[in-house]
């Protein structure tokens, strides 16, 4: 049973660039949320989508959107990137059904020059 | 504002000892507290997790306590190894929406721990 995927890994762009991460649930999840931490920080909570829609959104610009597929796997675009984009964005899983419990991704790591 | 402190910062130990971290929370209402463990550059992985009514909960080496009433949490870990070197992330959920709805989660900063030989 294959957990949370991301991909890329690694990226690296420039500023005022646009990106696309890419997140695949752990196996019976339809929950995913994103996101954005900076280097010894904790998580940020970005937003969350469930039903292919933006359930909840953090306190993030309009620059960060996201989409969600029909098999629950979700995208997260970043727009006009900044310096400060600069961070490992980690993806988590949940079963809406189960309750909160998440399983986050290995995380994808964005620097922005 | 719901915020998530936790101390300390940082934690330096010989293997082998025990140690205690510390989470402070103002979240209201309350769904759950989690600990999480994060090695670097990896994305953290669950450790413990405790409803409002439950005030411990163990995982191996890993014991959490929870005082609902004074907003506090703990994690112990007992004779610590080398593998246990790593970021541990308080996280609190707070229900939202009708019915629990969906749940947003405020993290803590993490205490960086390192096990020495």
């Known amino acids: 049973d294959a957990g949370v995927t991301q991909s890329p890994t690694h990226l690296i762009k420039t500023r005022g660039q646009q990106v696309t991460l890419r997140c695949s649930p752990k196996?019976?999840?339809?929950?995913v949320s994103w996101y954005q931490q900076a280097l010894g920080q904790g998580p940020q909570f970005i937003f969350q989508?469930?039903?292919?829609?933006?359930?909840q959104r953090g306190n993030f610009p309009d620059r960060f959107s996201g989409h969600q597929f029909p098999n629950y796997s979700s995208e997260l675009n970043v727009n006009a990137l900044l310096l400060g984009d600069s961070a490992l964005y980690l993806c988590?899983?949940?079963?809406?059904?189960?309750?909160?419990?998440?399983?986050f991704g290995p995380g994808t790591r964005l620097l922005v020059l | 504002k719901n915020q998530v402190e936790q101390s300390p910062q940082s934690l330096i130990i010989l293997e082998g000892k025990n140690c205690t971290l510390q989470?402070?929370?103002?979240?209201?209402?309350?769904?759950?507290l989690r600990w999480y463990k994060q090695d670097t550059g990896r994305g953290p992985v669950s450790l413990t997790i405790?409803?409002?009514?439950?005030n411990t909960k163990s995982n191996g080496r890993y014991t959490a306590t929870l005082d609902a009433d004074t907003k506090q949490s703990s994690l112990h870990i007992t004779a610590s190894q080398l593998s246990d070197s790593a970021s541990y992330i308080c996280?609190?959920?707070?229900?939202?929406?009708?019915?629990?709805?969906?749940?947003?989660?405020?993290f803590g900063r993490g205490t960086s721990l390192i096990v020495h030989p």
């Open positions: 196996s019976g999840h339809d929950t």
């Open positions: 989470c402070n929370y103002t979240v209201s209402p309350f769904s759950n």
């Open positions: 996280v609190v959920t707070a229900p939202f929406g009708a019915s629990g709805g969906s749940y947003i989660p405020t």
């Open positions: 989508y469930y039903e292919e829609e933006e359930r």
């Open positions: 405790m409803t409002f009514s439950e």
């Open positions: 988590a899983s949940s079963d809406s059904g189960l309750g909160p419990t998440q399983y």
